[in-house]
């Protein structure tokens, strides 16, 4: 069997912020979430989707780390800054086309999740993947996603012509294989269309 | 006296609800747990397994439980936070007493346990046994309902009982009881997986049983198809097959159109309705009688996609109907269940892998809680208390003649009326808060400042609990040993993993003691929740809830085990109706019409818009518990009006406005959250918030007449916009 990665799929994600809340429970980082949880545009849809490190292959965060802070483990877990070394200048969070780190004044370093690397490096799931209520978070092989969901797990985002690989995958749909991250009008879509229509006659 | 003794604030101060936002020590200063106790959230009906982490006769922390079945440690944010209650700095430690001018203050057990029983006797002399009620609740486990039902029953030896499930299960029990003779979910979760079309109605089942999404998306992955029915685009809606966007208190005409569709295109599974039901004939021409077109018209939802769903349902070889208490919070509650059941009757898929139905049970032990013999009409095991062979069985297990056992009393909301009538006139509630959560809260205000006595158990000051003269510090969740039953019919283990704090007590000590100084110990003579358990199981033995051969050992190795369990060899039951035996004469289910019923309220030029109430995930209930948990409270701090745009800009109310919704009963001010996933017809408000922020302000108290539950899914307001929030105590 081989490895087991991580999976979001935010049609699976009901926004109940469960990861959010357990992630904040980390002794590493007690009171201090790693992830985050987007509301897209509440006004139009209840769409909302978790954001975790994509713990990219090359992480803009590492390169641009002026004291170089941010490292990454041989399987590719990308980690919280050294605290040591971490100056909090907040280049990495300026460069991470994903949004994730996040300087915390508190703690005084950048602070982004390292895929539970407590949990994962004795054989557990990252503890949002091990509470996520509907699975949106999933932490499985290649083999489990194949069989068992309907999407595409795809690691490849192009942003403005730059191709970023990562360890993390998006469920898509089928036929997908890259997301290209584009500025594009927003669409607004009413999401009881049907009853406009029983209104209309 | 039940009026409150200084004025809200003051008590708030004091008691909180206060946030906590750290577990005990502090983020960093809670240390290496000395055990792991394997038990359950206390905080919907899923009951899922979870770790709580101990140090020091402390919780202070969870650890997700992978090994139990059906949440595999998947957790809400409940869940997660849960832990933090035990600790909490609003934490009742000790009995309190009601001193004018005063508040609460801190008094020895002798006294509370003194003055409860002196005024009980005193009550019951001046005005009969019947003019003290006790209230219950079903976030108590199985061992404290059974204990609850007998405890009022021989030694407060009054019928009026009743408990918080009143404005939960009861519709589905009643309609399931009608039909399949059984009050019980009709299959475990498994058998969602194997469903190839879901119906869910009425359920918000994302934010109320959010374990359940995975359920139906794993089906979902398989190729099942989805079919929603709500007012709102809630998040299992936003991505569904199908979406019927029903108009709130109009169910039983949707669902009586979708039989007409099956019927009219021949998916009526005819052997099966022949052969195992009875009804069907009256039940047929009833669905016919009314057009496709009235129904579209009464349930705002557009023909072609009743028809849809007709097909969808009816083409398929297997399925899974849930429900929960979107269609069951109405006046015709029971009507609306029985509608969803005729549908699954009328193909024929029950009793089979893949071939489901039940109700989503909505509070924590919502389904064991309702067997055991703390609701006014059921003896434990399921059994009704007005037939006379249940009566003599359970007057055998308990020592007494048949003149000892009161007979059925009123429902909750009937009580409350009562007390207001100065018919009760003092009250011991435990695990109930109906200030925020019945109907019409001015009202119920009202009632319990008319109470001559009144003792509240609780292990935080509810807002119901402001109103008594003696409140006895109990248990929570996690401080006594017990069972529940989970929404599958899944009999499970609760532990206690610490002992109550301070001089806190638990609740079954409480009553236990409460009986021996009313006289009446000799009848509650139990060393622990076993004991009460192992009673349990006697007094369940031949009802359709039979618990006879499940046993704590069992529970623990097994993880649970589904009722009905009838010998201590047998399996238990996770699928009900595998032989097509149902608890009806002649083994067969029963198809009951459904001719339609309008709500109590129709909207008027005076109240043209319709109000709907329920949910978010972050809260539980009456909010007693989870108001108090810092992380929860932040994800969703205050009570809020969702509007749709079109609507909203009638009033020329933007989104974060203030704005005023009024009914015949009340009025609130709260914010406006203007979205398109509303209906423009209708408003929606989670009802988790006391005083002047509580949704139920408006609501009335208008009841199901078999159920007695009340609607609290269909109210009509008018609203406005609003300057501020306005003056915000009571
Ligand atoms: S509230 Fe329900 S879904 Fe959430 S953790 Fe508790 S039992 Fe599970």
Redesign the pocket.
Known sequence: MSERRLYIDPSRCIGCN?CVEACSECETHAGFSMIHLETIQRGDTVQTTPVVCMHCDDPACAAVCPADAIKRTPDGAVQTSLKPRCIGCSNCVFACPFGVPKYHAGYDQMMKCDLCYDRTSVGKKPMCATVC?SQAILYGTPEEIAQGRRGTPINEFVFGGTTVRTKVSLMMPHGTDRLDVKRSAIVRKSDLIQLARVQSE | MAKLPVPVSQIVAEFGPTLNDEPVGGWRGRGEPDKLVKT?????????G?QLKVRDNRVIGFEPWEEFPF?KG???????K?YMQNNHPDRLLAPLKRVEGKGFVPIQWEEAFSTTVREIQRVQSQYGKDAVAFLSGVSLTNEKSYLAGKFARLALQTKELDYNGRLCMVSAGAGNKKAFGVDRAANYWDDILLADVILCTGTNVAEC???TTDYIWRARDRGAKLIMIDPRVTPMVRTCDLHLPIRPGTDSALMTAILRVLIEEGFVNEEFVREHTNGWEETRQVALETSLEEASRICGVHVDDIVKAGRMWGAAKTSFLLHARGIEHQVKGVDNVLSCINIVLATGRIGRPGCGYGTITGQ?NGQGGREHGHKCDQLPGNREIENPEHRAYICGVWGIEDSELPHAGHTAQEIMNMIHEGEIKALISICFNPLVSLPDSNFTREALSRLEHFTAIDFFLSETAHHADIVMAGSLHEEEEGTSTSAEGRVIRIRQAVTPPGDAKTDTSILLELARRLGRGQYFQFESSEDIFNELRVASKGGTADYYGITYDRIEKEMGVFWPCPEIGHPGTPRLFEDLQFSKPGGRAVFNPTPYRPPAEETDEEYPVILTTGRVVSQ?LSGTQTRRLGGLVELCPEPYVEIHPSLASEHGIADGDWMTVESRRGRVTLRAKVVTTIRPDTVFIPYHWPGKKSANNLTGRFLDPVSKIPEFKRSVVRIRKAEGAGPQED
Not at chain 2, 74 to 80: F, R, S
Request: charged share 10%; net charge positive; aromatic share 8%.
């Open positions: 469960a209520p | 359950h959230c206390c905080f919907c009906g899923q009951q899922c979870i949440n998947k957790l809400c944010p409940k869940g997660v849960r049983s959010p374990i924590g539980y």
